[in-house]
């Protein structure tokens, strides 16, 4: 655009040598060309402009996995064998015994359980001094309710004074110890009690 007009002005200053003068140019002419024709290209590049239209927006839904947990079964327990102790039926606990000497101990349980106890089933030791006891293997099933005493015979260790303690469960045929854990405590020899003086 600029060399448009300056070409305008050249023309108008300029004459030719053959000593014949141009016709005169009317710059204002050329000028008001020159603008129009500025305003016609802006508003060509301005109506050539595409226009923006919104970008819409698309929502994903966003979904959470589902997860899933399986909690597997106790390997030490089974929720079909309970057992609960009611009563010392011999021996309670605290009874003075001598080294060597021979005892049974008896237990009073009940099966609270919603399966009952199959022939098989044993109550052995699980922890303290096993006392020469062996294991006691049920020969017959004890029903869900049921109430049954359990004898283990054991034997009082020598060598050993003070108290002596013995702890036992049931364990189903495959080895896994259920319900409550029955315990024996005896005293041997002579345990002398610190006297108690009270202060003034």
């Known amino acids: 655009m600029i ?12 004459t030719t040598n053959s000593g014949t003068q141009a016709p005169a140019v009317d710059t204002d002419a050329i000028r008001t060309q020159a603008v129009a024709t500025y305003a016609s290209s802006q508003t060509e590049a301005v109506d050539s402009t595409p226009v923006n239209s919104p970008t819409p927006i698309v929502e994903i839904p966003t979904t959470t996995p589902l997860v899933t947990v399986t909690l597997e079964p106790s390997p030490t327990s089974n929720p079909c064998y309970n057992l609960m102790y009611l009563k010392d039926v011999t021996i309670p606990d605290g009874t003075p015994l001598k080294p060597g000497e021979v005892f049974t101990k008896t237990w009073q349980v009940q099966n609270i359980g919603g399966c009952a106890w199959r022939s098989g089933f044993t109550f052995q030791n699980v922890g303290g001094d096993a006392m020469r006891g062996s294991p006691v293997v049920l020969t ?11 004898s283990v015979e054991l034997v009082v260790p020598s060598g050993i004074n003070g108290v002596i303690e013995s702890a036992w469960r049931m364990a189903d045929d495959t080895g896994n110890f259920f319900g409550d854990t029955l315990t024996v405590q005896i005293i041997v020899g002579d345990i002398t009690t610190p006297a108690v003086t009270s202060t003034p």
Request: charged residues 15%; aromatic residues 4%; proline residues 0%.
């Open 140 to 150: 017959e099933a004890i029903q869900t309710g049921a109430k049954r005493e359990i």
């Open 3 to 14: 060399l448009f007009i300056m070409a305008g002005l050249l023309l108008t200053s300029c």
